[in-house]
């Protein structure tokens, strides 16, 4: 299957600053990107969905101010949580998909704590 | 969209077959049906999908009744590394959407 990477793997930062995590399709063009949100012991939450070169669209309840979402190319999203708080706190997973494939690939995920 | 139900946790002997049922009443003719697993702390991974037919391939089989409103994904021969969450997905209709629901907790016991 197609491989996506996801950096830094694991991140700890202080309550008020702003954390960026990237998503990377290694060895295809991902045209669309999505990035989810998992809380322990619960089930993956998608938060929004990002097309190469548009904005993204958000799911109901996710705020677009503090979770910025960048698609510059087709080979690297990014996520950054503003001004983060310990609720944020939280397993950060994204994957991708292209037109000539029926699946989305999953990166590692990206671990945030928040103190 | 189509939500899917199944059961929250699941035993199965080394060596024996895992069948992992999945209820999604609600699916409309062109949606197709995904599993994907996750091994604690790992990014989910894609198993198999299906529209109509039944599926196989090396991981598992995708066995899809006839009116659709419920699937088994089959691990032929489960192995303790095949210990994780399974979830039955319904891809969102003329979108890559996959809206995740609880899952099977699948423990392989030797």
């Known amino acids: 299957g197609a491989v996506v990477s996801q950096h830094p793997s694991r991140v700890i930062c202080k309550s008020g600053t702003s954390v960026k995590i990237e998503c990377r399709s290694l060895?295809?063009?991902?045209?669309?990107m999505f990035w989810y949100r998992q809380f322990p012991k619960q089930s993956l939450m998608l938060m929004a969905t990002?097309?190469?070169?548009?904005?993204?669209?958000?799911e109901q309840g996710v705020e677009k101010d503090k979770f910025l979402i960048n698609h510059a190319s087709l080979t690297l999203s990014t996520l950054t949580v503003t001004s983060a708080h310990p609720e944020d706190s939280s397993f950060y997973i994204c994957?991708?998909?292209?037109?000539?494939?029926?699946?989305?690939?999953f990166g590692p995920g990206t671990r945030l704590l928040v103190l | 969209d189509a939500k899917t139900t199944q059961p929250p946790s699941m035993d199965c002997a080394e060596g024996r077959a895992a069948n992992l049922p999945c209820n999604h009443s609600t699916i409309s003719g062109n949606e197709y049906v995904y599993w994907y697993r996750q091994i604690h702390s790992q990014g989910p991974q894609y198993i198999i999908h299906?529209?109509?037919n039944n599926e196989t391939n090396e991981m598992a089989s995708l066995i899809i009744t006839e009116d659709r409103k419920s699937s088994t994904l089959i691990l032929p021969h489960a192995t303790l590394r095949d210990t994780a969450v399974y979830y039955c997905i319904v891809r969102v209709y003329n979108t890559d959407k996959l809206i995740f629901g609880t899952g099977t907790r699948l423990q392989v016991f030797p």
């Open positions: 990002s097309n190469e070169g548009s904005k993204a669209t958000y």
């Open positions: 994957s991708g998909t292209s037109e000539y494939q029926e699946t989305q690939y």
């Open positions: 060895d295809f063009q991902a045209t669309t």
């Open positions: 299906g529209l109509k």
